[in-house]
């Protein structure tokens, strides 16, 4: 039904930046809230950062101020740029979609790895 394709992930050095693209494709894109979740080896799942269909937005603690999200409803994707990033930021980031009712849905992951 909701298929996400996320993309944008690299090799980045710390204080440097990098953008994050989620393609939904399915219908009525402006009716999901969407959302970034990021995950470690050996760590639980953690929601980065959300937006919902108005444009409302919030953040993990731990990006606040240095991570951005937003959407294009036009073009049925979401963004997240990342700045200032830090080593701490190492994860598979995982893009999703969320209707009440309709559930869940989520990207195979893009992985964005901070180091030297």
């Known amino acids: 039904q909701v298929q996400l394709v996320e993309s944008g992930g690299g090799l980045v050095q710390p204080g440097g930046s990098l953008r994050l693209s989620c393609l939904f494709s399915?219908?009525?894109?402006?009716?999901?809230?969407m959302g970034w979740h990021r995950q470690a080896p050996g760590k639980q799942r953690e929601l980065v950062a959300h937006i919902a269909p108005g444009g409302s937005t919030n953040y993990a603690d731990s990006v606040k101020g240095r991570f951005t999200i937003s959407r294009d409803n036009a073009k049925n994707t979401v963004y997240l740029q990342m700045n200032n990033l830090k080593p701490e930021a190492t994860s598979v980031y995982y893009c999703?979609?969320?209707?009440?009712?309709?559930?869940?849905?989520w990207g195979q992951g893009t992985q964005v790895t901070v180091s030297s």
């Open positions: 399915g219908s009525i894109f402006g009716l999901y809230a």
């Open positions: 999703h979609a969320g209707r009440f009712v309709l559930g869940d849905s």
